[in-house]
């Protein structure tokens, strides 16, 4: 079956997670993507982690699936010429180099932008250009801090809290990834490629939205009526960290089941919907509550919506997760148990939406990565194994048009 971005030839100049994320989904999806790596070492998620001596590591395996490796010193000028090469022939090219990196290696944008005037240049960055921190290296925590999320992360009387969700990593290559292909069709109406960036705070603020709108609210008024802050506690001049509440307009909070003493994970996020309130009350067992003055709108519910969630503990107290969500799903009541990496990664549904895919790789065998989120009636991405570092260098340099002497003569030169 054929792909949509088949026919786009992207240079992939990535390395740890965010860029490699964006590269990943295009390949997925189609595109032909060819993984510019140091000679000898490569990206260094290759040996990062690893959990089988001399093996790429699974950092590395999961995040550069479909992927050629073309093995490149671009810091000589034998290795310079290839890429130039490659740039005249390529659609997109996807960096993610510390600060001002691209241009000490003689590829600046104007450069790039000579040499294939079609081309589109994607870069991330920790932080956007022009910035007061713009000459910073940044790691997916540091993002998190510099965005938002860390600040408004975790319980109001513990630290800022990193998320285990990679907002400031994977998140930023998914934005990319939309400005890449965004990019594109602008080509096919203009005939010119651009320079697309996107920075990790900027990313990682773009999902702290709503947070942006609590400062707002919290700024006009003194109070969250949604935090559990409200209305017994104290409220700063910032947005606080609200521990597992709900974010709109339906409180919720994370509730213990049956064996919660020894299962850490014996637990579902339960929300208080407020058309699903009649439902609730019925499902546990409080019918008197549904026309009770103190229970039945939000407002009379929040001053003591923490009895309430106790109240429904109590019910579940005898209930496993997984039983008390089949329960409730009864009563539409919008709930989920609390899931662990074991439980997802043995998943059948998952597994069979390819959510997990299982992809057979060459030394390591066969590992579990998260395939495509993103489902299509007419194609479903087919999970191939990452390279080997170096694997396809002398297929990419024949398809640019080296004989197989030159070829022997580069790998001499560009030996480390
Ligand atoms: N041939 C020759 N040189 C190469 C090369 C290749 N194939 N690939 C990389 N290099 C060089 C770079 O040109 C750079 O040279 P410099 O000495 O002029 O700086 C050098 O390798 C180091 O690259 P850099 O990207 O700065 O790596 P780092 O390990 O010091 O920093 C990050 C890593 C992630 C902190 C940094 O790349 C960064 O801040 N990136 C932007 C934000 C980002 O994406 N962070 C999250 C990653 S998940």
């Not at 000898?40 to 998620?45: A, N």
């Not at 600040?151 to 998320?163: E, H, L």
């Not at 923490?306 to 008390?324: C, N, Q, V, Y």
């Not at 590992?367 to 989120?373: D, E, K, R």
């Amino acid at each position: 079956m054929s792909k949509p971005l088949e026919g786009i030839k992207i240079i992939d100049f990535t390395h740890v997670q965010a860029g490699p994320a964006c590269t990943q989904l295009l390949a997925w999806f189609g595109a032909d993507v060819i993984k510019v790596e140091r000679p000898g070492s490569g990206d260094v998620t290759r040996t990062q982690l690893r959990d089988i001596p001399d093996v790429d590591a699974l950092y590395f395996t999961m995040l550069n699936s479909n992927k050629k490796s073309l093995t490149l010193d671009t810091k000589k000028p034998e290795g310079k010429e290839v890429l130039e090469k490659l740039i005249k022939e390529s659609d997109v090219m996807v960096e993610n180099f510390g600060p001002g990196a691209l241009d000490r290696m003689g590829f600046p944008w104007q450069y790039i932008k000579e040499l294939n005037p079609k081309m589109i240049l994607a870069s991330v960055k920790g932080f956007s250009d022009g910035h007061h921190y713009d000459d910073l290296k940044v790691y997916e925590n540091v993002a998190q801090c510099a965005g938002g999320a860390a600040s408004t992360t975790g319980f109001w009387d513990g630290p800022p809290t990193i998320s285990a969700a990679a907002l400031g990593d994977s998140n930023t290559g998914m934005h990319l990834a939309i400005g890449i292909l965004t990019a594109l069709i602008g080509r096919d109406k203009t005939g010119k490629g651009q320079k697309v960036a996107v920075s990790m705070q900027d990313s990682v603020l773009n999902l702290c939205r709503v947070k942006l709108r609590d400062q707002q609210r919290l700024d006009r008024l003194g109070y969250l009526e949604e935090y559990p802050q409200y209305p017994h506690g104290e409220f700063s001049d910032v947005v606080p960290r609200g521990g597992n509440a709900g974010g709109g307009g339906q409180p919720g909070w994370v509730l213990k089941c049956k064996g919660w003493e020894t299962d850490p994970n014996s637990y579902i996020y339960f929300t208080i919907q407020g058309h699903a309130w009649a439902p609730i009350c019925r499902a546990i067992g409080k019918p008197e509550w549904i026309e009770d003055a103190n229970y039945n709108t939000a407002t009379a519910r929040q001053p003591h919506i923490f009895d309430i969630f106790k109240t429904i503990e109590e019910w579940l107290a005898d209930k496993t997760k997984f039983e008390a969500v089949d329960i409730l799903r009864k009563f539409d009541i919008p709930c989920a148990p609390v899931l662990t990496m074991k439980e997802l990664a043995n998943d059948p549904s998952l597994r069979e939406s390819g959510t997990i895919a299982e992809v057979a790789h060459k030394e390591r065998g066969s590992y579990l990565t998260v395939g495509s989120p993103i489902k299509f009636s007419d194609m479903k991405p087919e999970i191939t194994a990452s390279p080997l570092l170096g694997e396809h260098t002398d297929e990419v340099l024949e398809s640019l048009g080296y004989s197989s002497a030159q070829i022997a003569n580069l790998h001499q030169q560009q030996a480390v």
